[in-house]
C-alpha cells in the first residue's frame, strides 16, 4: 500500500535539467453450512456448455508507449548479511528472506554506515514503519537514529511526539533538515505530494545515500515525463503488503512470538555502491516483515495501485453493494443481506481463504450450496475481468497515476474552482444497518457462508489473479496482492467497523482509487453478471474446471506455511489507526 502523509503539494514546475532524461518506458475444512431459503432470482440450472462469457470489452486510454508485458524469467538477489531461501510457486523457483525478530541483531551489518534513517511523513505508513524501526533497532543496541521530517506547522508534529519522537532527542524535526541530515531517507508522503516535490527531495539529498520508497508510484510517475531518478543515489523500495497500521498492529502482538508481521516486497532499483540489497532486507525485517520478497519497481507500482482498486479496496466494496441491493430488492431482510455480503466475506471467507485456500471454500458447501457459488462464479467472472484488465492497462500506461496527482491538487483551491477533498463512503442504509449488526454481533462470530457471495468474491480473485498471472508478474507479488493482503490485512478492518474504516486507513492513493472503481464493479455486476443469472446463463464448465484446477491452489498452500501464526487484531475502538478514525464505535 502507497504511503500517505499530511503535506500539501505546490504545481509541480518544469523538470530541472539535473534531472536526466531516461531511455526506459515504462486439509479439509469442516464448516457448518445453513441454507437459507434461496432467492428465486439465483436459480441456474447446470448445464455444460462452451465459452459463455459476459460482454464488454476492456478500455484503455494510453499516455505513453510500453513495450508488451513480457513474464519475468528471474528476481534472483545476493545477500551478505540475512539468510535467502528458494521457494516453488506453482513450477516457479522464487527467492525470500524469512523474517523474525531472531534477526535484529544483524540489523547494523544491514545499515552498515547509515547513521540517521529519515522517514518523511506521518500518514498511513510513516507512523507505523518509524516506530516498528526505531523499536527494532533499540532492540539490536543500534546508536541509529531514526527521525520524523514534516513540514513546518503540521498538525502531525503531536501525534509524532505522542509516539516518542521529541525535537528534544533529536527524532523530530523539519522536513528538510531531516532529508538533508539522513543515509537512508524513507519517502513516506503522499503519491500526490511526492509528485509534486521530488526535484526539492532530490536536492536536499546527500551524495551517496540511499532513498527508500515503499510504493513505485514515483517511477511511474517520472516514466511518465522521460525522466529518471538522479544517478548520485540508491535507490530501493520495502513494500508491505498492508495499511500502516497493519503493519504496526501486527508487529506489536508479535512480541509475543517470532515473526509476526506483514510481508512486503523489496526492489533495488539503483545501486550506486554496492549496499542497497542489504539495506532493503535490513529494512523489511525491521518493520517484522514475515517473509520479504523480490519484485522491480515497476512491477510493484502496478500490481499495488492495481491491486487496490481490485479486491483488496475498491472491487469488494463495489459488489457487497451490488449484493446488498440485490438480497434486499429479492426480498431478504437487511440485516441478513449485511450478514451474507460484508460479513460473509470479511469473516468466514476471508478466514478460511486465509488459513486453507479457496478451494476450501467451496469445498465447505453442500451440493445445492456448489450449485449456487458455480452460478455466481460463472456469471461474475468475465465482467469483474473487464473492468480489472480495463484498470491494469491504465495504471501501466500511466492513466491512472495522472489521475491521482490530478485528485491531489483538486483538493484545493485552485483556478476560482473549489477545494474538492473525498467524501465519505459510508453513509448509505446498507452501513447504517452494518452499524446496527455489529452491535449484537456475538465475540468472534465470521458470519454465514453464503454460496452465492462466495461465489462472486472468489470469481473476483482468480480473475485478478490471472490479469497479474498474463501481465508477466511472480506469484509472490500475486497472490500477496490479490489474496493476503486482502484476506489477513484489509478485511479485517471492514469486519471491525465497515467499509470507510477499511479504506480511509489506507494511502491517499488507495483512497481515491477505491472511491473512482469501486462503482464501475458495482455497475458491471448489475448489469451484466446478476442479468446473466437471471437469464438463466448456462453455468461455463470450463470455467469451474480451471478454478479446480488452477496452480495457483498450491503456491497460495506454500505462502500460507510462511504464514504468521498470529491474526490481527481490529477492534471497532482501536488505537492503532489514523487519528481521524480514533472513535468509539459500532
Given at each position: 500500500m502507497a504511503a500517505t502523509a499530511s503535506f500539501a503539494?505546490?504545481?509541480?514546475s518544469k523538470p530541472s535539467s539535473s534531472l536526466r532524461k531516461s531511455a526506459k518506458t515504462l486439509g479439509g475444512l469442516s464448516l457448518a453450512f445453513s441454507s437459507n431459503q434461496s432467492l428465486m432470482s439465483l436459480k441456474s440450472t447446470k448445464i455444460s456448455t462452451g465459452n459463455v462469457r459476459g460482454g464488454g470489452s476492456a478500455l484503455a486510454a494510453s499516455m505513453v508507449s510500453v513495450p508488451a508485458v513480457k513474464p519475468l524469467t528471474s528476481l534472483d538477489f545476493e545477500t551478505s548479511v540475512f539468510r535467502k531461501e528458494k521457494v516453488s510457486l506453482a513450477g516457479h523457483d522464487e527467492y525470500i528472506v524469512r523474517g523474525g525478530r531472531d534477526l535484529f541483531k544483524l540489523l547494523p551489518d544491514a545499515f552498515k554506515g547509515i547513521k540517521q534513517i529519515g522517514v518523511i511523513g506521518w500518514g498511513s505508513q510513516g507512523p507505523a514503519q518509524a516506530q516498528n524501526l526505531r523499536d527494532s533497532l533499540a532492540e539490536a543496541k543500534s546508536d541509529i537514529v531514526v527521525k520524523i521530517g514534516l513540514r513546518k506547522g503540521s498538525r502531525s508534529f503531536a501525534e509524532a511526539r505522542a509516539a516518542g519522537f521529541t525535537?528534544?532527542?533529536?527524532?523530530?524535526?523539519?522536513?528538510w533538515e531531516t532529508v538533508s541530515g539522513s543515509d537512508l531517507v524513507l519517502l513516506l508522503i503522499s503519491d500526490a505530494a511526492q509528485a509534486d516535490n521530488y526535484e526539492k527531495v532530490f536536492s536536499h539529498m546527500k551524495p551517496n545515500s540511499i532513498l527508500g520508497l515503499s510504493h513505485g508510484f514515483l517511477l511511474g510517475h517520472l516514466q511518465s515525463m522521460g525522466l529518471d531518478f538522479?544517478?548520485?543515489?540508491s535507490v530501493i523500495a520495502v513494500c508491505p503488503k498492508g495499511m500502516g497500521p497493519s503493519v504496526r498492529r501486527l508487529y506489536v502482538q508479535g512480541k509475543e512470538i517470532n515473526g509476526a508481521g506483514i510481508n512486503s516486497s523489496f526492489a533495488v532499483h539503483q545501486d550506486i555502491d554496492g549496499r542497497a540489497t542489504d539495506v532493503a532486507l535490513g529494512w523489511s525485517v525491521a518493520l517484522g516483515s514475515p517473509f520479504t520478497f523480490a519484485t522491480t519497481l515497476e512491477q510493484e507500482y502496478k500490481s499495488d495501485i492495481f491491486g487496490e482498486r481490485g479486491i483488496l479496496l475498491g472491487a469488494v466494496h463495489g459488489i457487497v453493494e451490488s449484493l446488498f441491493r440485490r438480497y434486499t430488492e429479492n426480498g431478504m431482510s437487511e440485516d441478513l443481506a449485511y450478514k451474507n455480503t460484508v460479513e460473509c466475506i470479511t469473516g468466514i471467507i476471508s478466514k478460511t481463504i486465509s488459513t486453507q485456500g479457496m478451494l476450501a471454500v467451496y469445498n465447505a458447501l453442500s451440493e445445492e450450496g456448489k450449485n449456487?457459488?458455480?452460478?455466481?462464479?460463472?456469471?461474475?467472472?468475465?465482467?469483474?475481468?473487464d473492468i480489472l484488465y480495463e484498470c491494469y492497462e491504465d495504471v501501466a500506461t500511466g492513466s491512472e497515476i495522472r489521475s491521482v496527482v490530478l485528485a491531489g491538487r483538486r483538493f484545493y483551491e485552485k483556478d476560482g474552482l473549489p477545494a474538492f477533498p473525498m467524501g465519505k463512503i459510508d453513509q448509505t442504509r446498507m452501513w447504517k444497518v452494518g452499524e446496527q449488526v455489529r452491535k449484537s454481533r456475538p465475540a468472534g462470530d465470521l458470519g454465514p457462508l453464503y454460496p452465492f457471495t462466495a461465489g462472486v468474491y472468489v470469481a473476483l480473485m482468480m480473475a485478478q489473479i490471472e490479469i497479474l498471472r498474463k501481465k508477466g508478474h511472480s506469484y509472490s507479488e500475486i497472490i500477496n496482492e490479490s489474496v493476503i493482503e486482502s484476506v489477513d490485512s484489509l478485511n479485517p478492518f471492514m469486519h471491525a467497523r465497515g467499509v470507510s474504516f477499511m479504506v480511509d486507513n489506507c494511502s491517499t492513493t488507495a483512497r481515491l482509487g477505491s472511491r473512482k472503481w469501486a462503482p464501475r464493479f458495482d455497475y458491471i455486476l448489475t448489469q451484466q453478471a446478476l442479468v446473466a443469472v437471471d437469464n438463466g446463463t448456462p453455468i461455463n464448465r470450463d470455467?469451474?474446471?480451471n478454478f479446480l484446477s488452477d496452480p495457483v491452489?498450491?503456491?497460495?498452500e506454500v505462502c500460507a506455511q510462511l504464514r504468521p501464526t498470529v491474526d490481527i487484531s481490529v477492534t471497532a475502538d482501536a488505537d492503532f489507526v489514523r487519528p481521524e478514525l480514533r472513535q468509539s464505535s459500532t
Open positions: 503539494p505546490s504545481i509541480c525535537e528534544e532527542n533529536g527524532t523530530l524535526g523539519d522536513i538522479p544517478k548520485n543515489i449456487e457459488f458455480e452460478t455466481a462464479y460463472s456469471a461474475s467472472y468475465y465482467p469483474c475481468m470455467l469451474i474446471s491452489h498450491g503456491a497460495i
